[in-house]
């Protein structure tokens, strides 16, 4: 019997069932080791400014090497995942996860850098697994519910947002007077969860084809990371984290700065992680209505609005609404263009193309994080909301001109 017969006998209202179950649990999953994330991200650069001596142009170096953690981790983790099945690839990942909290951990006892630094890559390469969550959400999943299950997925952030800064605020101290050890050594107790419940997931390796797919053969990688719309959602999936992260990796620096505390500064990044993944119980729902460009290209419009913000002061409410706005921005920006990756590859290239495209997304996200702390040092916080809103408006006209190439291409085929 043939995978598309398959299909036929286990039926449409099987296969959605297992979509929707897998989707349960990848959320549920994400819940807490998303929740590494914003504890590497919201202390790495004060961390790093708490460990570096006179010149602290170097401090957000930790948050850079979570991302190219990300990075760097990306194809091993698809290698893995095409070896051994999502599920032990995930679970594996998991315990990467742990293993750089221990690491962290000892480096905050130790009092050296770099060895934080390390710890965060490490952090950064288990969330490279945590990252196809997304897309192994899409396995086995009807068309219809593709975009809604990406989002369900990210709706576990939300519980993240409120975890990881929370962690950070009761756990920082724990081993005082080793500053900021207690909340890396959280990291290890989230990592475990996440461990237990990736293992009820069940994802069925030889992807089920729907009707509307064919078990064509693998096109060449070059030949599907040249397609136009391909560089375009990735265009727009790069732009959207990348400035994201750049603004997010700033901003508790600038807090502490202008005179805010440490407490203010995380909860500033609980509010801007919250509004980054709560628009995920709708915005699967706004995909499947208003279109996959139109989504991304409102999330690209926010991001502009969220540099305007930031860029009218430096009171409180300045800050916490920028942070929420830069959340809301990236969420209709990365799902829209993350939804707009799925549709151009087929289910048997499926690996190695998200490979690829988390390695250059995590790459850039690595050095806007870098970029960072040196356009802080350099140009202030008014410098980090400067460079934001260029390049959003650049990505919102290629945007608009790979739409335009599409109603060229459907008036044509009619």
């Not at 006179?54 to 948050?63: F, G, N, Q, R």
């Not at 953690?69 to 679970?91: C, E, K, N, S, T």
């Not at 060449?220 to 999936?237: K, N």
Request: hydrophobic content about 55%.
């Amino acid at each position: 019997m043939s995978v598309s017969q398959t299909a036929g006998t286990t039926g449409s209202g099987d296969t959605l069932g297992l979509a929707r179950r897998n989707a349960f649990i990848l959320a549920a999953a994400n819940a807490f080791l998303s929740a590494c994330a914003p504890i590497a991200i919201s202390l790495g650069g004060i961390v790093g400014d708490y460990l570096l001596d006179e010149d602290k142009s170097l401090a957000t170096a930790p948050v850079t090497g979570f991302n190219i953690g990300i990075a760097l981790g990306a194809l091993p983790a698809a290698w893995l995942m095409r070896l051994v099945g999502r599920r032990y690839g995930f679970m594996g990942g998991a315990v990467i996860s742990g293993i750089g909290g221990l690491v962290a951990a000892i480096a905050l006892f130790r009092l050296h850098f770099w060895l934080f630094a390390v710890g965060l890559v490490i952090i950064g390469v288990g969330g490279a697994f945590v990252q196809q969550f997304r897309f192994a959400a899409t396995d086995n999943a009807p068309e219809s519910f593709k975009a809604q299950a990406i989002s369900w997925v990210l709706v576990g952030g939300i519980f993240a947002a409120i975890i990881g800064p929370q962690m950070v605020i009761f756990a920082r101290d724990l081993f005082a007077p080793v500053q900021f050890a207690g909340a890396y050594a959280a990291v290890i107790g989230l990592a475990m969860i996440g461990f237990v419940i990736l293992s009820f997931l069940r994802i069925h390796e030889n992807t089920i084809l729907l009707e509307h797919e064919s078990e064509e053969p693998a096109r060449p990688l070059l030949e599907i990371i040249s397609q136009p719309r391909f560089l375009t959602a990735l265009a727009c999936g790069v732009v959207s984290f990348a400035l994201m992260s750049f603004m997010m990796t700033g901003a508790p620096l600038a807090m502490i700065g202008c005179g805010y505390s440490t407490d203010i500064a995380a909860l500033g990044i609980q509010w801007h992680v919250l509004a980054m993944f709560a628009p995920s119980f709708f915005t699967g729902r706004l995909i499947a209505r208003f279109g996959r460009e139109t989504i991304v290209a409102t999330g690209l419009v926010i991001l502009i609005g969220c540099a305007v913000i930031a860029s009218l002061g430096i009171e409180l409410w300045n800050f916490w609404l920028a942070l929420i706005l830069l959340g809301v921005g990236w969420n209709f920006g990365f799902i829209g263009a993350t939804a707009m990756v799925t549709a151009t590859y087929r289910p048997s290239e499926k690996n190695k193309v998200q490979g690829v495209h988390d390695v250059i997304l995590f790459s850039a996200v690595a050095f806007s994080s870098l970029m960072a702390g040196q356009v802080l040092n350099t140009l202030g916080w008014d410098g980090i909301n400067m460079i934001m809103w260029p390049i959003a408006l650049s990505c919102l006209l290629l945007l608009g001109l790979q739409v335009r190439s599409n109603r060229k291409n459907r008036a044509a085929t009619l």
